[in-house]
């Protein structure tokens, strides 16, 4: 084995100080003031669902549970809104009374007519149970929005239940829909407008956000006067997507509330926040975004005052970082004696790298794993990029160690080993196909994705983190002369030129203020600049892909130290060892 050189502890200090230094600054305390210590919201959102719970799947939660969430939310809100009255095996109104708490009782309105008249009567026979703790009663949520009724039955609605109950009944909608429908407001008590900057058609930035919010609210005084408005809905996701510049985060999160809440103080804004606690069910029709607007995850998500820290965590990932990185570098310098002092440090830039970028994928796929599915995406992908980086350091180990590569495949190879794995055909000469075959699925899969993100994009978040390895493979072979030119065909063409075009696209698409799509959209053009490069080169000569595989490290492996061959002795084996590998490949399997 090679024995790791005494010269190699400072450069791993340096790159572990790096790293280090790369997880901290975007995870920095950063000042997110005004604070709200002592401030006692006027009302949340509440959605009792836990994980695995979902009333798409009618798996609601226990009447512990809620009594137990409800505790916890007492002593920090004032009120909680519902959006169904029939749902679940509890009676939240009564578990809201003995907390001392307030309900904008919801009555859910869609598209099926006789569910719609059961959710009035339960509605209506909830108010009047209740009178002193259901504080108004909203009458369908965004009903107009998803176009699941007409304005007529909606105001219909509205009618039945104002003449019999004696709270205040309303309707919460986008404030757009408000304007396009004015006539609504005649049948109600109050005016419910939802007002998310991030969600709207033209997204606003957090520091315009919520100078927004006030903007429409004094529109919507103005349009319908005469009536009380409420804030049904306000607030910033966690997690997710950008859309233009207006970004989740925990620290954004952070601003846009303590910022509107004091704005809310100071106007006298009768206002509802969304939500208590993050919903993982709603990832299945609002993707990461969906999920996670909750200002509790049953403990403290955000603290209402001082600095606030995108991911808490960010220390323990530096530390994994730099152990994933280590035993990288250990595997590898066990397995491939010889190598020089200055090598080895080579191949510890590159471990690092590689270990960074594993736990920067790990990170960025495991929280948001909200099902099955989601939980089996993560698996394959997260075995894939190990496995690559693996196998991308046992290759450069090969480069540096002066060992001849195998020879380079095709899309059109790598297409085959696919038809052969769902076949249940495998090759076992592993060595020959498995990196290059991998490293194609990726690309195969970006441009799946990339087509996705360029058609309906919406809900979708931008995967950087699931091609981290494949990015720092595509880069450090780039470093070492190792990315064939020529040689491919229609596969690297469809694949690369899909890849490529619908990156831009995107990235049009989205703008430039869009940062988190512009780092994206780079990083798909540089995974679909090799297949490109060997789909042009069609008619390179079949020997010069290979000719710069180790030009680069030849020229500094000569010293006796690292036992490798001289720059034309490396050649000639590398051709003899083609020559004998491309007749392997020929025998029957």
Known sequence: MSRPAPVLVLPLLLLSAIITFAWWWPNRPQAADPGLAGTRINSVSFAPFRDGQSPLSDKFPSAAEVEQDVAMLAGRVRAIRTYAASSGDYDLASIAERHGLKLWLGIWLGTDRAKNALELARGIEIANAHPQTVERVIVGNEVLLRRDLAVGELIAALDQVKARVKQPVTYADVWE????????????????????????????GIDAAVGHVHEVYRQMQVLLAGKPI???????????????????????QAVFLRRFIEL???????????????QGWKYKSEGTVGANWGLWSRSTKLPPAGLVTEDPRWAWKAIASSLAGLALLGGT??????????????LAVLAMSLGAALVYAWSGTVPVIYDHH????????????ALLAVLLMRRVAMLLAGRPLPPDRTGADATETIRGLFMLRVDRRWQVWLFHDLSFVFVWTAAVMQLL???????????????????????????????????????????????????????????????????????????????????RWLEADSGSQFASAGSYFARKNRDPESGSQSPQSLNRTLEKSILAQHSFDLEPS
Do not use: C, K
């Open 264 to 278: 809310a103080n100071q106007e006298g804004f009768d206002y509802n926040l969304i939500e208590a606690f993050d």
């Open 374 to 385: 989601l939980l089996l995406a993560a698996a394959v992908n997260l075995t894939g990029q």
């Open 453 to 535: 993100l360029l058609f309906d994009p919406r809900y979708r978040d931008f995967p950087l983190p699931v091609f981290a390895v494949p990015l720092v493979a595509i880069l450090a072979r780039m470093v070492v002369g190792d990315l064939p030119r020529g040689g491919g065909g229609r596969e690297e063409l469809w694949a690369g030129s899909t890849l490529a075009g619908a990156a831009i696209g995107s990235a049009i698409a989205e703008g430039p203020a869009n940062l988190q799509s512009l780092a994206w959209n780079g990083g798909a053009l540089l995974l679909a600049a090799p297949f490109l490069a060997r789909a």
């Open 333 to 346: 310098l066990m397995s491939w004696p010889g190598l020089s002092g200055r090598l080895q440090i080579w």
């Open 230 to 252: 409420a804030i049904g809905e306000t607030g910033w996701p966690s997690r997710g997507r950008w859309r233009r510049d207006a970004a989740p985060g925990r620290v954004n």
């Open 177 to 204: 829909f408000w304007r396009q429908f004015p006539e609504v407001a005649a049948h109600v008590d109050v005016i419910t407008i939802h007002l998310l900057p991030y969600w709207e058609d033209n997204p606003t």
